[in-house]
């Protein structure tokens, strides 16, 4: 069974937010008021970053408990540095594990084709270090720094509407919640993103397996404490240590037709699975092997948007620009997006947040794009079938190895931005 998360006392929403005459810290109803639908990475961090600024905010979760999902998270150095600030730097510490290196191999013979030092020169070099770490642990430690009467359980989300003076999020099971500003932080198949563009999920062809294992079952893996990710004909694999080295994540990915609903925690089979990488390096055969049970999700995509806001409802992570996961950014451009946000709403009005909005989506979108696209393209290189196609790919690899090519992605500074230019 999934672990529920429960690090704080969470109730179900009980009352229309715009009947209130004061919030319950003393604030007046002059101030900005913030509807966030979806507790996910991209929710709770965002309500952390708005707490920071003062904003006033509750944030609606269509599921009943919180639980673990989704196995591991890779956090970079620009995720990291911004977690450290919302006050996490102590809490991070204590359920996350610091690789040494990234190592790509090849899927036959494990041949090394590219590696990225990480621990301490990644740290001295921009000024946070990477992470790995259970889902499970990075939004509990979100939740840490959330009052827990502003997450609202069972919370459905049946649609968002706006006028010129509020927008609204319609609750299937309850009142109709208006407030200044709603953000759809609610995934690839978000409702608020309908407000800004009519477009549809999408099947991408992929789906992925995600899995914990117990590191007394692949201690082979950990002579070195770093990302692994085995790459071939149509399909590729990644594992990691998490949980402060208890467990190794992993998440296995193929080619296949079914586009079933995306989901976190639907079951996966592991026979299925094993049977799909027969014939690769046995290090990756044992990883799958070592799994007891494994969750299972259809992986959709969007294209990418021109605006993250119409009116009174924006968008952040996945909601506003859905990321394969091959790059290991989306939860960090989700976070980035939060705390970007919160800082243009910092002195926006009730009546007037065009400006505020438009801020946020000239720093994000053209970061946010790039990255999404890049994802993309390293989603196609990764699975090359073509035997001479992948040989280059793989020369390639080796040429490419160290941190300087990640310096425009690791080095940003999303706070910064708002203080300048904003340029990716």
């Known amino acids: 069974m999934p672990e529920v998360i429960k690090p704080c006392s969470l109730f179900r929403h009980d009352e229309d937010w715009d009947k209130r005459s004061s919030t319950t810290d003393g604030n007046d109803m002059s101030q900005l ?19 920071r600024a003062g904003i006033d905010c509750h944030v609606y979760e269509q599921a009943e408990h919180l639980t673990e999902v989704g196995a591991g998270v890779q956090v970079a150095p620009n995720a990291t540095r911004l977690l450290h600030q919302l006050g996490l730097r102590d809490r991070l510490r204590g359920v996350a ?7 790509m191999r090849r899927w036959d013979d494990g041949r090394r084709l590219q590696r990225t030092p990480l621990g301490s020169l990644c740290r001295s070099r921009f000024g946070a270090p990477y992470y790995t770490m259970r889902r499970a642990d990075l939004l509990t430690s979100l939740l840490s720094v959330v009052p827990p009467d502003r997450v609202h359980l069972g919370a459905r989300l049946a649609a968002v ?6 927008a609204r999020l319609h609750l299937s099971d309850g009142p109709t ?6 953000v759809g932080a609610d995934g690839i198949h978000s409702i608020a993103r309908e407000q800004i563009v009519a477009d549809r999920p999408c099947h991408s062809g992929q789906t992925v397996y995600r899995g914990l294992v117990p590191v007394e079952r692949v201690r082979f893996l950990l002579t070195e404490i770093r990302v692994q990710s085995w790459l071939g004909p149509d399909q590729h694999l990644v594992c990691y240590p998490v949980s402060s080295g208890r467990q190794v994540s992993f998440e296995a990915t193929i080619s296949a037709s079914d586009g079933r609903a995306e ?29 007891e049970t494994i969750s299972r999700s259809a992986l959709h995509d969007r294209e990418s948007i021109e605006r993250l806001s119409s009116g009174r409802v924006a968008v952040i992570g996945d909601a506003a ?18 705390v970007v946000l919160a800082a243009c709403l910092a002195d926006a009005r009730p009546g007037d ?34 035997g001479q196609a992948r040989h280059r790919r793989d020369t390639s690899a080796q040429t490419a190895s160290g941190l300087d090519r990640h310096e425009w992605l690791f080095g940003y500074d999303a706070e910064q931005a708002t203080t300048t230019s904003g340029s990716a």
């Open 97 to 103: 594990v610091v690789p040494q290196a990234i190592e």
């Open 263 to 291: 989901s976190w925690s639907a079951r996966g089979d592991v026979a299925p699975l094993a049977a799909a990488y027969a014939g690769w390096h046995p290090d990756v055969t044992r990883v799958i092997d070592a799994a």
């Open 321 to 338: 620009h859905p990321m394969a996961p091959i790059q290991a950014q989306g939860a960090n451009q989700a976070i980035e997006d939060a």
């Open 353 to 386: 947040l065009s400006a505020a909005l438009r801020r946020y989506e000239g720093i994000r979108l053209p970061r946010t794009t790039r990255i999404q696209q890049q994802s993309r393209a390293n989603a196609e290189t990764f699975h090359l079938v073509n």
């Open 33 to 51: 008021r913030v509807a966030v639908a979806g507790a996910g990475i991209a929710g709770l961090a965002l309500a952390a970053a708005l707490r």
């Open 161 to 166: 509407t706006q006028s010129a003076d509020e």
């Open 177 to 182: 919640v208006a407030a200044d500003l709603v």
